[in-house]
């Protein structure tokens, strides 16, 4: 395999309001206030990452989350965060000709150790996952 550098790059700005019903009563009953933001859904994303291709791959990533609302009162948001992420693949051969059906991975996520919170539906909101490392070794035969 060919050595191969990538850069990857997106970025998304969003503008979701809510429109209501047409009915103030019933807007004012579901807690909808028409022209606020929609809840769970951030303004700004952005995404980089950087990889190379190879019998020694590896990339990074980094994301960027800005605020989004939790409550449908508009009276809690998160708060914005970036989130990198890093992996290693190596393949057998690299260390020795023994070893070529087999492949290393190394994943670390979360590097930053950043507190978020990831998933949120309307007035609840979970908590991202800690960092985490892991490693997989792949035997083919």
């Known amino acids: 395999m060919p050595h191969q550098l990538s850069l990857y790059t997106a970025y998304t700005l ?11 009563l019933v807007d004012a009953n579901q807690n909808i206030m028409p022209g606020t933001d929609v809840t769970g859904v951030p ?6 990452s950087l ?6 791959s590896a990339g990074i990533s980094a994301k960027y989350t800005s605020p989004r609302r939790v409550s449908l009162v508009a009276d809690w948001t998160t708060d914005e965060y970036w989130m990198m992420h890093a992996y290693v693949v190596s393949s057998g051969e690299v260390l020795s000709d023994l070893l070529r059906s087999t492949t290393f991975e190394l994943v670390a996520n979360d590097l930053l150790d950043e507190a978020y919170l990831s998933a949120i539906t309307e007035n609840a909101a ?16």
């Open 14 to 24: 969003n503008n979701s309001e809510y429109v209501g019903s047409g009915d103030a």
């Open 43 to 48: 303004d700004r994303l952005w995404v980089v």
């Open 51 to 56: 990889d190379r291709a190879g019998p020694l």
């Open 126 to 141: 979970w908590l991202g996952a800690a960092r985490s490392v892991s490693m997989t070794v792949t035997f083919s035969f």
